[in-house]
């Protein structure tokens, strides 16, 4: 049988997924890599013929293809024929939870896999690399969400200073205040004319990513005590995260540097501008993108005086991170037992210093 795996939607994380995946398709073990896109627009027609161009197959709904063929798009498979010969489908739209409902519940069989993103939460379990990986059940998980980028940076927070060191139980309060930026530079729409604060939605958690960050650990029956802020600023670069935690056990920065020069997920940096660590990436990374899950500023790195409160910032990789996490459950569903290895290929897009 054909390992094909489809992704939906070519906006800011299906584009560059497609990419990565169709690129790197041969040491991932993928015999093809199919992607649908809905609307045939004429601005998106040199991206989709350059993704072509480099090997991925397009797929479109029937009622499409005409828009498509006056741009000389010629569509290879019909989106519903695309899913249904897939093994792993990975939803990149704002529309996972409603596709789950109209199309993949009827395709999900025990034989495919199904991701979504961010902001699809209840759409499965949420998953991310590193962090959750031995949850996975296989024949029983069909539905996985990928969690936001924001989410998997304070995930890392949270492993690498309070509960890898320390235990599971090591932290007692987390707080977290999500600087974001206005929109991706893949958007012409949305930009904000000045700093904008959010508001608190949830009554527990303060904003989606605590909830989201609470259920992905929640997933290893670990219950933490996580509370989140949001707020935008009028920039199109890195989202940062400014983190509190309060730890039960005490802690020193000797011990947390150690800890993020260990964990190849994770990245160091002296700078303190997000323009300069996102045009490390620019330069450096697969499409211009970091895989890393986090970027510590370590000139940020605060611990206090009797070890139990550390506070900072951190740089997030707002779809580096979301895409490898993509993969490798891609990879899980593909290859259960060679996750590991067949990641190895997208290393050179992993930096410890930038
Ligand atoms: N942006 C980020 O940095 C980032 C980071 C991590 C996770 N995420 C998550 O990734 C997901 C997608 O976000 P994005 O920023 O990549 O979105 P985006 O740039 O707005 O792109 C959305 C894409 O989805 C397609 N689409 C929308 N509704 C669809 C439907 N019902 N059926 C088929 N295609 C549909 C659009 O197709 P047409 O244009 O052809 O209509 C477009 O290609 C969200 O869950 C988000 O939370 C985003």
């Not at 608190?200 to 989201?212: C, I, L, P, Q, V």
Request: charged share 25%.
């Amino acid at each position: 049988m054909k390992r094909i795996v489809h992704v939906v939607g070519t906006g800011t994380i299906g584009e560059p997924l497609t990419g990565l995946l169709v690129a790197n398709k041969a040491d991932l073990g993928i015999d093809e890599v199919t992607f649908h896109k809905r609307t045939p627009t004429p601005l998106d027609q040199p991206k989709i013929k350059d993704l072509v161009r480099r090997g991925a197959k397009l797929c479109v709904n029937d009622d499409a293809r005409e828009g498509f063929e006056a741009m000389d798009l010629h569509a290879d498979y019909e989106s519903e024929q695309a899913i249904e010969q897939a093994s792993v489908i990975i939803d990149c739209t704002p529309a996972g939870n409603e596709e789950k409902e109209k199309l993949y519940n009827k395709y999900a069989d025990g034989s495919r896999l199904f991701l979504a993103q961010g902001s699809e939460f209840g759409f499965g379990k949420p998953y991310a690399r590193g962090i959750n990986d031995e949850v996975l059940v296989r024949g029983e998980d069909q539905f996985l969400q990928i969690v936001s980028c924001n989410t998997h940076n304070i995930a890392v927070i949270i492993e690498n200073i309070a509960l890898k060191p320390h235990g599971d139980g090591n932290l007692d309060e987390g707080r977290f205040v999500c600087i974001r930026r206005a929109n991706d530079i893949t958007q012409s729409s949305k930009f904000i004319p000045a700093p904008e604060v959010g508001s608190h939605g949830d009554a527990k958690f303060g904003t989606h990513h605590a909830r989201d960050v609470f259920h992905l650990y929640g997933t290893k029956g670990i219950d933490l005590n996580v509370f989140s802020s949001a707020m935008k600023v009028n920039s199109q670069y890195m989202h940062i995260i400014q983190f509190s935690l309060k730890l039960n056990s005490p802690t020193d920065k000797e011990t947390i540097v150690e800890q993020i020069r260990g964990n190849d997920r994770l990245a160091r940096t002296n700078q303190k501008s997000s323009g300069v660590v996102f045009s490390f990436g620019r330069d450096h990374g697969a499409y211009g993108r970091i895989l890393n899950q986090t970027v510590f500023a370590m000139p940020s790195l605060h611990v206090s005086e009797d070890g139990k409160e550390v506070t900072g910032y951190c740089f997030t990789p707002q779809d580096g991170n979301s895409l490898l996490s993509s993969v490798s459950a891609a990879l899980w569903h593909l290859y259960p037992d060679e996750v590991a290895e067949k990641l190895e290929c997208l290393r050179p897009n992993f930096f410890g210093e930038m």
